[in-house]
């Protein structure tokens, strides 16, 4: 493994593989920052010579796949794919702008995909620039002779993330692959990559790697600490091995949080090791390893003839028909497991298998209820604007992800020709709540309310698309205790100028606190670990903000609202948050002063100006009452002034 004294050039990447890979339920590319700060050498020290310290491979100098080498001044000066116009943080039309990652769909309708699952393992592509780390093993000091490792390569924009195996006098072959369209990324069983990252740690500590372990500097014994199972080697491979029907989950969980908890220390908190977590947990899907003879393979199902496909270079047919390595593999795993069983303690801290099983129970995965919000958009009784399942699922993931409840993605929509062009007919929403379903869906039908959304609005099964229950007319069924809104800056995207985008400028927070807004009634609290300030006022009011980005490198973000007792002074205190930042309420739609002109040119839903009464009326009234009343209404009416300016209510 290649480490540059400078620990900027893996920060740039580490936050390249973090945008791709960890799907933004938490801050991953600061997380992972802190990590790799942590973990890789001193810049300071000089003394040691060399510019790269060399972990498990031959070679000297840093390359890429295809042979160029890769100097340290070159890495420092990698451009961020956030200013690379093709990169795959490009946002477009889907409701992606609080995220930089595509949506959790790894798995998802495996058979209808356009390559058969059971396609062979495939050599290595050379991405124009890549980086390299080398995970291996061996029993021999010399690192030349007999060694095994699995890797795998980054390039600046991910996209496209091999992981590539090599068995002793055999060339490489990439066994799994992670990328924007056609990932195959589940191949590791757990009990193998657990042997795989302990065999790893003990080379690395006995100095077998080709760098004797005598004489290391504090900086390299640090990174021993990182190396030791459960770590490091865990973190970077784990991304394939899905979590399977039939797999100790406790031992597994509790695994992954000591490695985060060990290379992370206190910047990780226990709510985004949940969602690490979660992210491979692929048992809801029906994930299950079966056995072949002496090899696994990896299916869809209870049974192993009926079991169906899923991303992977591994099934059934693979295995059956050598395509494969089957022999080699099983070698590779053997030798991990006879250099652990070589050295007392396994090659990690111990065998703490009831600290793992604690730690599993209190992370234990929740179940992932899939779900989809078919939005009607030409109802006559209540007509949607443009861009409306836009704009309210950017809200519902929002506000879903602040709770920690969940996360909300378009999905498409459908259509009908209508005098000889194609008009939307619906909008498309696939959400996914963890945890409790009912919470989640009293959330969905709040944000419906306040969206004042057509009643042939639908709610379906993420898997079957059949119709679940949703009687938006019922004020009594799924009736929330809490009531949320979402709050934004509306703006242009920087990579996107024909979207308006959710944004949350770190001036929200300052104008709130600022004596502008909070005047004589109005006091706010610290923010919460979980990033949520409290604001009251001398009438009673507390209105709770939360303005948490999951990319604190990137302004896109919806915050939430949460109106725990709404009287005339939080209203008024709201109602000035909103006309001295620009912010928008959202998905109600309500302004305290017009937008800005390069806003209005783009198609986006109308908002409503208020002023502070107004706002308390509707605010104090709530959702449902919001919703009751808006039967027939359209957003810009015939009353409209010359500049397109409704008159009452005053629609832009």
Not at 79 to 102: A, F, G, R, V
Request: with cysteine; hydrophobic share 35%; glycine share 8%.
């Amino acid at each position: 493994m290649f480490l540059p004294r400078s620990f900027l050039p893996l920060v740039k990447l580490t936050r390249f593989w973090t945008d791709y890979f960890f799907l933004t339920d938490t801050p991953y590319p600061s997380l992972y920052k802190e990590a790799f700060r942590r973990a890789v050498y001193d810049s300071d020290d000089e003394e040691s010579g060399n510019q790269d310290a060399h972990h498990g491979s031959d070679d000297s100098d840093e390359e890429d796949l295809s042979g160029q080498s890769l100097d340290h001044e070159e890495l420092e000066n990698l451009d961020d794919p956030s200013d690379d116009e093709d990169s795959h943080n490009q946002d477009d039309t889907s409701n992606h702008e609080s995220s930089t990652e595509p949506p959790d769909n790894h798995g998802q309708d495996e058979e209808n995909h356009s390559s058969s699952s059971s396609s062979s393992p495939q050599r290595s592509r050379s991405p124009l620039l890549s980086y390299n780390l080398v995970f291996s093993f061996n029993r021999d000091v010399d690192p030349t002779d007999d060694t095994f490792n699995l890797s795998i390569s980054l390039d600046p924009n991910l996209s496209y993330i091999p992981l590539t195996f090599c068995a002793p006098n055999a060339y490489d072959v990439t066994i799994a692959h992670d990328d924007q369209a056609h990932w195959h990324p589940f191949v590791l069983k757990w009990d193998e990559l657990e042997v795989v990252s302990k065999a790893v740690s003990i080379t690395f500590a006995t100095g077998k790697d080709g760098r004797p372990a005598e004489g290391r500097n504090e900086a390299e014994t640090e990174m021993h600490d990182m190396y030791k199972h459960p770590g490091l080697p865990l973190l970077f491979l784990y991304r394939f091995a899905p979590i399977c029907q039939g797999d100790d989950v406790e031992k597994i969980v509790g695994m992954l949080v000591k490695a985060y908890q060990k290379v992370l220390g206190e910047a990780v908190k226990d709510r985004d090791l949940q969602k690490l977590v979660e992210r491979v947990d692929c048992r809801k899907r029906g994930f299950r390893w079966f056995r072949e003879g002496e090899n696994w393979w990896i299916g869809k199902g209870e049974d192993a003839e009926t079991a169906g496909g899923v991303y992977t270079y591994r099934s059934r047919e693979a295995v059956k028909d050598r395509k494969w390595m089957n022999e080699e593999w099983n070698v590779l795993v053997e030798e991990a497991r006879a250099v652990v069983q070589g050295v007392v303690g396994g090659g990690g801290d111990g065998e703490k298998e009831d600290e793992y099983r604690e730690l599993g129970k209190r992370f234990a995965p929740r179940e992932q209820h899939g779900l989809n919000v078919w939005l009607a958009l030409r109802e006559k009784d209540r007509p949607m604007p443009p861009r409306a399942g836009r704009y309210f699922g950017l809200t519902l993931d929002g506000v879903l992800r602040i709770l920690d409840m969940g996360r909300a993605t378009s999905s498409g929509g459908s259509s009908c020709i209508i005098n000889g062009r194609s008009v939307s007919t619906s909008d498309h929403m696939s959400i996914t709540i963890y945890g409790d379903l009912a919470r989640g869906k009293t959330v969905i039908k709040q944000m419906l309310w306040w969206l004042r959304a057509p009643m042939a609005t639908t709610l379906r099964d993420g898997s079957s698309y059949g119709e679940l229950p949703l009687n938006l007319a019922d004020e009594t069924e799924d009736k929330p205790d809490d009531i949320y809104l979402g709050i934004c800056v509306p703006d242009i995207l920087p990579d996107c100028s024909w979207l308006v985008g959710h944004t949350l400028p770190d001036s929200l927070r300052t104008t709130l606190e600022s004596k502008e807004v909070l005047g004589e009634t109005g006091e706010v609290t610290r923010p919460t670990a979980d990033g949520w300030l409290t604001v009251t006022t001398a009438d009673g009011g507390e209105v709770g903000f939360n303005f948490s980005r999951f990319d604190d490198e990137k302004l896109q973000g919806t915050g939430a609202i949460a109106l725990r007792r709404v009287t005339a002074q939080a209203s008024a205190l709201l109602h000035r948050l909103m006309e001295a930042s620009g912010a928008v309420l959202t998905p109600v739609r309500l302004v305290a002063k017009p937008l800005s002109e390069k806003v209005m040119e783009i198609s986006w839903p109308p908002h409503r100006i208020v002023d502070a009464e107004t706002i308390h009326g509707i605010l104090s009234a709530g959702a449902f009452d919001l919703w009751k009343k808006a039967e027939g209404e359209a957003d810009v009416g015939d009353d409209a002034d010359s500049d397109g300016e409704a008159s009452t209510p005053q629609w832009i």
